[in-house]
């Protein structure tokens, strides 16, 4: 079945400092990817998301392309913020019932 | 995009009873999703649930310990049952986003300890 390797955590980093946060995926075709946001206390949110190879989704300043010839999709942003402190978590979709499958989660903490 | 409403939102529970989680959502989806966040780790799939039919459970699941309903098109349950300190996790149903696109929505998750 499908599977996703995510970068492990903890992750701590100064305010704005570079952030890539690695994902990999393994899946029969091609599967839509996404990177998936849990701030403290909260729900998991969609961050943002590509369905093709060479997509790039963005959303809040986080970026990610969907690499095919390494079955990649790292997670990126060039200036963090203390406000990016949360888990985050890469995934895949795939399967006859396109059911999401998760990588472990990396937790992020950003320091002023 | 789809809203869920998830409840409770959290439950403390004693060993060997159970406790059903629902789901209701604003509109009319096909497939809902269940999964569990055990504490620390990822989310990881229970079962699939379509309308008028039974629930497809992932491995290690099975329908006696997570029995699930699927009345209607909007609305779906999630029954832990008999319950013991390792069912102790966050449980999640989730739909797609907006229907024929990808992209899921989650609701805010049910917290239950097992005491």
């Known amino acids: 079945g499908d599977s996703v390797t995510q970068m492990e955590g903890p992750v701590t980093l100064s305010e704005e400092a570079f952030l890539t946060i690695n994902c990999t995926y393994t899946?029969?075709?091609?599967?839509?990817l996404f990177w998936y946001v849990q701030y403290p206390g909260e729900g998991l949110q969609l961050l943002l998301k590509?369905?093709?190879?060479?997509d790039k989704g963005s959303n809040k300043g986080f970026e990610a392309t969907y690499r095919k010839e390494t079955t990649s999709f790292h997670l990126e942003k060039g200036s963090v913020q203390v406000s990016d402190s949360a888990v985050y978590f890469c995934?895949?979709?795939?399967?006859?019932?396109?059911?999401?499958?998760f990588g472990s989660g990396t937790q992020l903490t950003v320091l002023p | 995009s789809a809203v869920i409403s998830q409840k409770p939102s959290r439950d403390i529970c004693q060993r060997g009873t159970s406790l059903t989680i629902q789901c209701q959502v604003d509109?009319?989806?096909?497939?809902m999703f269940w999964y569990r966040q055990q504490p620390g780790q990822s989310l990881t799939l229970i079962a699939t649930?379509?309308?008028?039919?039974?629930?497809?459970?992932e491995s290690g699941f099975v329908i006696d310990k997570f029995p699930i309903s699927r009345p209607n098109l909007t609305f779906s349950t999630l029954t832990v049952s008999n319950m013991s300190p390792e069912d102790s996790s966050i449980y999640l149903c989730?739909?797609?986003?907006?229907?024929?696109?990808?992209?899921?929505?989650f609701g805010s998750g049910t917290r239950l300890t097992v005491v």
């Open positions: 989730s739909v797609e986003s907006v229907r024929g696109q990808r992209g899921y929505t």
């Open positions: 899946a029969t075709g091609y599967p839509s």
């Open positions: 590509a369905t093709k190879a060479d």
């Open positions: 995934a895949a979709e795939g399967g006859s019932a396109r059911q999401l499958t």
């Open positions: 509109s009319q989806v096909t497939m």
């Open positions: 649930a379509n309308q008028g039919s039974e629930a497809t459970y």
